[in-house]
């Protein structure tokens, strides 16, 4: 049915890293990992899920150290262990791997404006193109769905992650996908039901 609910999913962004500031690319799962700041940001974003009563049936996490440091609060916050999905791991980003946005406008303008304007083109030609990474991350996402239904549960993943999800629940096509902003230690809730999603909040960040 139109209005039958599948799943509600409470998408966190993992916390800041030292890349955060600078938005560097990295694909990386062993680095970098929370600073402090990142840890400062999952405290409160547990907090809000504690005082806001966001109930959970499951929790998943990208197999990334920083994910994983994220997940691990709000496990203990619902008393449940997290399990990992290998597939929502972030956009392979090639030989841009921890280069700044800022330096790739710099050194590379050509493969810049094919990064923005060419979603469905490998950007350097040695990653992943944007289009590859939306499609595989939804597919992701619908098996864990169809694994869920009817239950409420929180993934704690990439911001880019969140940005393809939300791509999908709002038909938002690939190459406006760079227009879409996701803060480190945010929270984004997405409701999937039988023949479509609606997204309930984006991107919030307690204070």
């Known amino acids: 049915m139109y209005f039958n609910r599948k799943c509600k999913i409470t998408f966190i962004s993992h916390g800041a890293t030292i890349y955060t500031e600078e938005a560097r690319f ?24 504690r005082k806001r009563g966001i109930k959970n049936d499951k929790i998943y996490t990208s197999p990334a150290t ?3 440091q994220s997940a691990q609060p709000i496990a203990k916050l619902y008393k449940k262990d997290y399990e990992i999905i290998s597939e929502l791991t972030p956009r392979k980003c090639g030989s841009f791997k921890g280069l700044s946005i800022e330096q790739i406008e710099e050194k590379y303008p050509e493969l ?9 083109l490998c950007t350097p030609d040695d990653a992943e193109s944007y289009t590859d990474f939306i499609a595989r991350t939804i597919e992701a996402i619908n098996k864990v769905v169809e694994e869920n239904i009817s239950n409420r549960i929180i993934i704690v993943t990439h911001p880019d992650v969140i940005r393809a999800a939300i791509c999908d629940a709002l038909d938002i096509p690939a190459s406006s996908f760079s227009r879409i902003y996701i803060k480190t230690g945010s929270a984004t809730q ?5 023949s479509w999603k609606s997204l309930i909040y984006s991107g919030y960040t307690p204070w």
């Open 26 to 49: 990295t694909d990386s799962l062993s680095y970098p990992p929370l600073n402090e700041a990142g840890q400062e940001e999952i405290e409160k974003i547990t907090d809000f899920l």
């Open 66 to 68: 920083r994910a994983i």
């Open 190 to 194: 997405i409701s999937y039901y039988e």
């Open 112 to 120: 810049f404006t094919r990064l923005i304007q060419h979603p469905e």
